[in-house]
């Protein structure tokens, strides 16, 4: 189902919760919804499902109007943080509870279970309850019942909130997959922006009531529209002050009389710094010196983090690579960074690299 919010506005009282939020959803999209926490995720979710009115602007499934329709008139299925199962019900009766409020034969839904059941690698649980379940397990019955009855659209309000880390990351693949076979149009609240830019087809960032931006998660990542969008999106060193970088000279958008202008914000992503040791000396003259600080191992990489004396930055290293003691000297260089002005994202390359002297071996 195709889905389009137009001016969409919700107060609770006389707090203004939604603010003229514009969005479509492309039939069989999956989109993220993210953003902090008070943004506003949930009421534009319950909004689409109808548990909650918009006091202006209207819903569209299809280009039809649905702004006031019944929610069961909607064809929608819901997953929710905790996890909703019908406690007294097997996990059978649970995934079969919408087909039989549609009053499907009974061979049929017995076959549909079974299916979404074997589909959701639940075989054999048919006659357990929900508290013999792991957590995972029991979300998965509440996709089987949220997709049993074929819903055009997919509600899911951190589903995965409630489940430990590596079964969570397990679980966002899966989904992906799920939603690839069933072809369902998707929208899926979730905190944690690493899951929505793996799983969503589109993201959409919201704060303070309003889209921040809407995109896919690549161009989010890469053209970020402000510097809220970039820091909640993947890690960034921010600065808001800085002697000229090597490589980045001071910008006119930025600075006048040789002040920096307020509301400035330099963005520097860690895969956009190189680290080397000292003594790669024609590295010099794209790059800064500085020195190790500190050095913490995440298992794949180094997280160093590295004092120029004008600013202090963090950045990434290979295991592969030299290992770093703090303490050390380093010659680092910034191939790119992204300046934020209250008008502008300005992308800058580093202009020293163009230096007819090779930058690296
Ligand atoms: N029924 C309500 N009455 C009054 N205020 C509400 C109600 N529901 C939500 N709000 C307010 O609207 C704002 C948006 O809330 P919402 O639940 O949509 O945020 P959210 O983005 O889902 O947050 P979280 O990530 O914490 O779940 C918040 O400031 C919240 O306090
Ligand atoms: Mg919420």
């Given at each position: 189902?195709?889905i389009e919010v137009k001016?969409?506005?919700?107060?609770?009282?006389?707090f203004?919760?939604?603010?003229?939020?514009n969005?479509?959803?492309?039939?069989?999209?999956?989109v993220g919804?993210?953003?902090?926490?008070?943004?506003?995720?949930?009421?534009?979710?319950?909004?689409?499902?109808?548990?909650?009115s918009?006091?202006?602007?209207?819903?569209y499934?299809?280009?039809?109007?649905?702004?006031?329709?019944?929610?069961?008139?909607r064809?929608?299925?819901f997953?929710?943080?905790?996890?909703a199962?019908?406690?007294?019900?097997?996990?059978?009766?649970?995934?079969?509870?919408?087909?039989?409020?549609?009053?499907?034969?009974?061979?049929?839904?017995?076959?549909?279970v079974?299916?979404?059941l074997n589909?959701?690698?639940?075989a054999?649980n048919?006659?357990?309850?929900?508290?013999q379940?792991?957590?995972?397990?029991?979300?998965?019955?509440?996709?089987?019942?949220?997709?049993?009855?074929?819903?055009?659209?997919?509600?899911?309000?951190e589903?995965?909130?409630?489940?430990d880390?590596?079964?969570?990351?397990?679980?966002?693949?899966?989904?992906?997959?799920?939603?690839?076979?069933?072809?369902?149009?998707?929208?899926?609240?979730?905190?944690?922006q690493?899951e929505?830019?793996?799983?969503?087809?589109?993201i959409?960032?919201?704060?303070?009531?309003?889209?921040?931006?809407?995109?896919?998660?690549?161009?989010?990542?890469?053209?970020p529209?402000?510097?809220?969008?970039?820091?909640?999106?993947?890690?960034?060193?921010?600065?808001?002050?800085?002697?000229?970088?090597v490589?980045?000279?001071?910008?006119d958008?930025?600075?006048?009389?040789?002040?920096?202008?307020?509301?400035?914000?330099?963005?520097?992503r860690?895969?956009?710094?190189?680290?080397?040791?000292?003594?790669?000396s024609?590295l010099?003259?794209?790059?800064?010196?500085g020195?190790?600080?500190?050095?913490?191992?995440?298992?794949?990489?180094?997280?160093?983090?590295?004092?120029?004396?004008a600013?202090?930055?963090?950045?990434?290293?290979?295991?592969?690579?030299?290992?770093?003691?703090?303490?050390?000297?380093?010659?680092?260089?910034?191939?790119?960074?992204?300046?934020?002005?209250?008008?502008?994202?300005?992308?800058?390359?580093n202009?020293?690299?163009q230096?007819?002297?090779?930058?690296?071996i």
């Amino acid at each position: 189902m195709h889905i389009e919010v137009k001016n969409l506005n919700k107060n609770f009282g006389s707090f203004h919760a939604i603010k003229d939020v514009n969005f479509s959803i492309t039939k069989g999209h999956l989109v993220g919804l993210i953003g902090p926490s008070g943004g506003g995720k949930t009421s534009i979710l319950r909004m689409l499902s109808g548990l909650e009115s918009p006091t202006t602007g209207d819903i569209y499934f299809d280009g039809k109007l649905a702004t006031h329709l019944p929610v069961q008139e909607r064809g929608i299925g819901f997953v929710f943080q905790s996890y909703a199962l019908f406690k007294h019900m097997t996990v059978f009766d649970n995934v079969a509870y919408g087909l039989k409020v549609l009053k499907k034969p009974k061979e049929f839904i017995h076959d549909r279970v079974t299916y979404l059941l074997n589909l959701m690698g639940l075989a054999g649980n048919e006659r357990k309850y929900p508290h013999q379940l792991s957590g995972g397990q029991r979300q998965r019955v509440a996709f089987a019942r949220a997709l049993a009855p074929e819903p055009q659209l997919l509600l899911l309000d951190e589903p995965f909130a409630a489940i430990d880390a590596k079964i969570r990351k397990e679980l966002r693949l899966w989904l992906r997959n799920l939603i690839d076979e069933f072809k369902v149009t998707t929208l899926f609240v979730t905190h944690d922006q690493d899951e929505a830019i793996e799983v969503a087809d589109e993201i959409i960032l919201v704060q303070g009531g309003k889209i921040e931006q809407q995109g896919s998660p690549w161009e989010i990542y890469t053209k970020p529209a402000s510097s809220f969008v970039a820091s909640f999106i993947g890690e960034s060193n921010v600065i808001s002050q800085y002697t000229p970088l090597v490589g980045f000279p001071y910008l006119d958008e930025i600075q006048q009389d040789g002040k920096w202008l307020p509301d400035v914000n330099v963005l520097i992503r860690p895969e956009a710094i190189e680290v080397r040791p000292h003594d790669v000396s024609h590295l010099a003259t794209a790059g800064e010196k500085g020195k190790v600080t500190h050095v913490h191992f995440r298992g794949d990489s180094w997280y160093l983090e590295i004092d120029t004396g004008a600013i202090k930055l963090f950045a990434y290293q290979s295991v592969k690579e030299k290992i770093y003691q703090p303490g050390d000297d380093v010659n680092i260089l910034i191939h790119q960074i992204s300046v934020f002005t209250k008008t502008e994202n300005i992308v800058i390359e580093n202009q020293a690299k163009q230096d007819p002297l090779p930058v690296f071996i």
